[in-house]
């Protein structure tokens, strides 16, 4: 039998709070064979990103401490003298973490990044060094390699920056390689080539992975075993596959649950709740059908046509405009009562400039938006005022949306005092039945934002949206930095909100499988433009333009039976800036089916 790459055993590690010691890693054991993918999931809080940290070595002794073996080639790494270890990290070892940007330093050009570690582990001169990071860089897919090591890391994208890392976690041919998130941040076609990027480098470079992550469609694309965790203790342990197929511990099963299968919708005709996983027994309670909310016959809450929004580019002594940043081209669409439209795109497309023009937090350049049949482009302030008592909009980042210095019974009141919608007796009250309305107690009104979970926060941000009855909710990548099982939760209260109070939604999200979930109809946004729009079965069962399809065969397919090796590409969204004087070009469409038009290639 072959010995492991990585052994950990009974590893526990406590950060000190106050004069105690709290337990955040417990006891937890696994261990990666070689050229084997471990993923270690878990939500946020439950130690896996700490694991991680603690094989490392990265926590700091000062207030940390770390317990157990980890045994690596034959030492066990929390013995080894501090020069020994930073030896093996970077050189044996090589990390990737979450954000690409906070792992570049933002004022050293790419190769001197690259050349510096090939320098001080592998002692190769400039010269030598250079050819190697070229080389490198060819390896993760990185157009003209070599004309881009002069170049810093604002210049790259997202995807591109993460490349980087990962070629610096390779550079000295390490044995084993630690991801950690290290596609959370990414687009959903990104995400893809990143994970096509990290197992066709594994089988050429013959590692061992451990893949740290909290997404279960991720696990099922990458992993050969599995270890969950759950608050710091690791829950289950298994192959990949047993897990996906029989998991045993109710929270696997509640995390499995959690995660939205895209093709599950098939045949049903409207969005879809979560089920709901009892964390003690693992009883699943069974998915209430959502009521018919959409009110066909009546006017449209929200009417955009030919949208248009673009920022100036200036430059010169004088400020001359040199170009324009085209965030939204030629959109339109309208929305009607208790009816969710979803806009999809990768970061860049355009989808949340359309939801800020829409409410006017961002300024339209062209076109018409009526929200209840009163023009948003043209009404004063007064009026403005008036009309967004009918339209609110739901942030992605829940703790930017908040004061931190307000309790949040005071946050979600302010608007209802603005709007003298009732007395200050009345408030209290108000607030109240507003807390209880998206599951939290009216006790908590008291509270900061700082003592609430991610979770919880986001339901107060929905309080306040409801605070002034409106008919519109413009929903940000409202659930985007939610893990799963809250984001589960999140989006069953927006369905039951819906479904009570006839909402609409405007729903501007990355994620396709969340979206196929929640939607009556999609638009799909592509360089400021809607490529492709209607009813979401149409959109998801017989997408018609290209880049549809590839967002589509882009997302993660949770069950490890169907993995596939999938080639996406290298290509990245194109910038939307162009010289002063472009003219758009003018679009045609074509309808495929009653509602679903797709932009025909020029």
Same mark, same amino acid.
């Given at each position: 039998?072959?010995?492991?790459?990585?052994?950990?055993?009974?590893?526990?590690?406590?950060?000190?709070?106050?004069?105690?010691?709290?337990?955040?890693?417990?006891?937890?054991?696994?261990?990666?064979?070689?050229?084997?993918?471990?993923?270690?999931?878990?939500?946020?809080?439950?130690?896996?990103?700490?694991?991680?940290?603690?094989? %490392?070595?990265?926590?700091?002794?000062?207030?940390?401490?770390?317990?157990?073996?980890?045994?690596?080639?034959?030492?066990?790494?929390?013995?080894?003298?501090?020069?020994?270890?930073?030896?093996?990290?970077?050189?044996?070892?090589?990390?990737?973490?979450?954000?690409? %940007?906070?792992?570049?330093?933002?004022?050293?050009?790419?190769?001197?990044?690259?050349?510096?570690?090939?320098?001080?582990?592998?002692?190769?001169?400039?010269?030598?060094?250079?050819?190697?990071?070229? !080389?490198?860089?060819?390896?993760?897919?990185?157009?003209?390699?070599?004309?881009?090591?002069?170049?810093?890391?604002?210049?790259?994208?997202?995807?591109? !920056?993460?490349?980087?890392?990962?070629?610096?976690?390779?550079?000295?041919?390490?044995?084993?390689?630690?991801?950690?998130?290290?596609?959370?941040?990414?687009?959903?076609?990104?995400?893809?080539?990143?994970?096509?990027?990290?197992?066709?480098?594994?089988?050429?470079?013959?590692?061992?992975?451990?893949?740290?992550?909290?997404?279960?469609?991720?696990?099922? $694309?990458?992993?050969?075993?599995?270890?969950?965790?759950?608050?710091?203790?690791?829950?289950?342990?298994?192959?990949?596959?047993?897990?996906?197929?029989?998991?045993?511990?109710?929270?696997?099963?509640?995390?499995?649950?959690?995660?939205?299968?895209?093709?599950?919708?098939?045949?049903?005709?409207?969005?879809?709740?979560?089920?709901?996983?009892?964390?003690?027994?693992?009883?699943?309670?069974?998915?209430?059908?959502?009521?018919?909310?959409?009110?066909?016959?009546?006017?449209?809450?929200?009417?955009?046509?030919?949208?248009?929004? !673009?920022?100036?580019?200036?430059?010169?002594?004088?400020?001359?405009?040199?170009?324009?940043?085209?965030?939204?081209?030629?959109?339109?669409?309208?929305?009607?009562?208790?009816?969710?439209?979803?806009?999809?795109?990768?970061?860049?497309?355009?989808?949340?400039?359309?939801?800020?023009?829409?409410?006017?937090?961002?300024?339209?350049?062209?076109?018409?938006?009526?929200?209840?049949?009163?023009?948003?482009?043209?009404?004063?302030?007064?009026?403005?005022?008036?009309?967004?008592?009918?339209?609110?909009?739901?942030?992605?980042?829940?703790?930017?949306?908040?004061?931190?210095?307000?309790?949040?019974?005071?946050?979600?009141?302010?608007?209802?005092?603005?709007?003298?919608?009732?007395?200050?007796?009345?408030?209290?009250?108000?607030?109240?039945?507003?807390?209880?309305?998206?599951?939290?107690?009216?006790?908590?009104?008291?509270?900061?934002?700082?003592?609430?979970?991610?979770?919880?926060?986001?339901?107060?941000?929905?309080?306040?949206?409801?605070?002034?009855?409106?008919?519109?909710?413009?929903?940000?990548?409202?659930?985007?930095?939610?893990?799963?099982?809250?984001?589960?939760?999140?989006?069953?209260?927006?369905?039951?909100?819906?479904?009570?109070?006839?909402?609409?939604?405007?729903?501007?999200?990355?994620?396709?499988?969340?979206?196929?979930?929640?939607?009556?109809?999609?638009?799909?946004?592509?360089?400021?433009?809607?490529?492709?729009?209607?009813?979401?079965?149409?959109?998801?069962?017989?997408?018609?333009?290209?880049?549809?399809?590839?967002?589509?065969?882009?997302?993660?397919?949770?069950?490890?039976?169907?993995?596939?090796?999938?080639?996406?590409?290298?290509?990245?969204?194109?910038?939307?800036?162009?010289?002063?004087?472009?003219?758009?070009?003018?679009?045609?469409?074509? $309808?495929?089916?009653?509602?679903?038009?797709?932009?025909?290639?020029?």
């Amino acid at each position: 039998m072959t010995d492991p790459v990585l052994r950990v055993d009974n590893l526990t590690t406590s950060f000190r709070v106050g004069q105690d010691w709290l337990n955040v890693v417990n006891k937890v054991s696994f261990e990666i064979g070689p050229r084997e993918t471990v993923a270690v999931v878990g939500e946020s809080g439950s130690g896996k990103s700490v694991t991680a940290l603690s094989i %490392m070595r990265l926590l700091s002794p000062a207030n940390s401490r770390t317990s157990g073996t980890i045994m690596f080639e034959g030492q066990n790494l929390l013995e080894l003298p501090p020069k020994a270890m930073q030896a093996l990290r970077g050189n044996r070892i090589g990390m990737i973490f979450q954000e690409p %940007m906070t792992s570049l330093n933002p004022v050293l050009r790419i190769g001197r990044q690259i050349t510096e570690v090939l320098q001080q582990h592998r002692g190769l001169s400039h010269g030598a060094a250079e050819a190697e990071a070229v !080389r490198l860089l060819d390896k993760v897919r990185i157009p003209s390699a070599k004309s881009r090591l002069s170049e810093y890391p604002l210049s790259f994208s997202g995807g591109m !920056r993460q490349r980087v890392v990962i070629a610096i976690a390779l550079a000295c041919e390490p044995k084993l390689l630690i991801a950690d998130e290290p596609t959370t941040a990414l687009d959903v076609t990104i995400q893809a080539q990143i994970l096509e990027l990290i197992k066709a480098l594994q089988e050429e470079e013959g590692m061992s992975v451990l893949f740290i992550t909290h997404d279960m469609g991720v696990v099922a $694309e990458i992993s050969d075993r599995t270890v969950v965790m759950y608050r710091g203790e690791a829950v289950e342990t298994g192959t990949t596959q047993a897990i996906f197929s029989s998991a045993s511990h109710p929270y696997t099963r509640a995390l499995l649950s959690a995660v939205p299968q895209l093709g599950s919708m098939t045949g049903l005709p409207r969005p879809l709740r979560f089920p709901v996983v009892d964390l003690q027994t693992g009883a699943i309670a069974p998915v209430p059908a959502t009521a018919d909310t959409v009110k066909s016959e009546t006017r449209p809450v929200l009417e955009v046509g030919n949208l248009v929004t !673009r920022f100036d580019l200036k430059a010169g002594f004088f400020g001359r405009v040199s170009g324009r940043v085209h965030a939204v081209e030629n959109v339109s669409f309208d929305l009607r009562q208790g009816e969710t439209l979803s806009l999809v795109g990768e970061s860049g497309c355009g989808k949340s400039t359309t939801g800020r023009s829409i409410i006017r937090l961002a300024q339209a350049s062209g076109g018409a938006i009526r929200i209840d049949g009163r023009d948003v482009r043209g009404a004063g302030r007064t009026e403005l005022a008036e009309i967004r008592r009918h339209a609110q909009m739901i942030f992605q980042d829940p703790f930017e949306s908040l004061n931190p210095r307000i309790r949040i019974g005071a946050a979600i009141a302010e608007p209802i005092i603005a709007h003298g919608l009732g007395t200050a007796r009345d408030v209290d009250a108000r607030v109240a039945d507003l807390l209880e309305r998206v599951g939290l107690s009216s006790g908590m009104a008291d509270r900061f934002p700082h003592e609430f979970s991610g979770g919880q926060r986001q339901r107060v941000c929905i309080a306040r949206a409801l605070a002034l009855e409106p008919k519109l909710i413009v929903a940000d990548e409202a659930v985007s930095a939610l893990d799963v099982s809250v984001k589960a939760q999140v989006i069953n209260l927006m369905l039951d909100l819906q479904e009570r109070y006839g909402l609409a939604y405007l729903f501007i999200s990355h994620d396709m499988a969340v979206v196929e979930r929640v939607s009556h109809r999609v638009a799909v946004m592509y360089l400021g433009e809607i490529v492709e729009i209607g009813p979401r079965a149409c959109v998801f069962e017989n997408p018609q333009h290209a880049y549809t399809k590839r967002l589509i065969a882009a997302v993660p397919i949770a069950d490890p039976t169907r993995r596939q090796l999938r080639r996406i590409g290298n290509d990245e969204i194109r910038s939307p800036v162009r010289p002063a004087n472009y003219v758009p070009p003018q679009r045609s469409y074509r $309808e495929v089916a009653p509602g679903h038009f797709y932009q025909l290639p020029q």
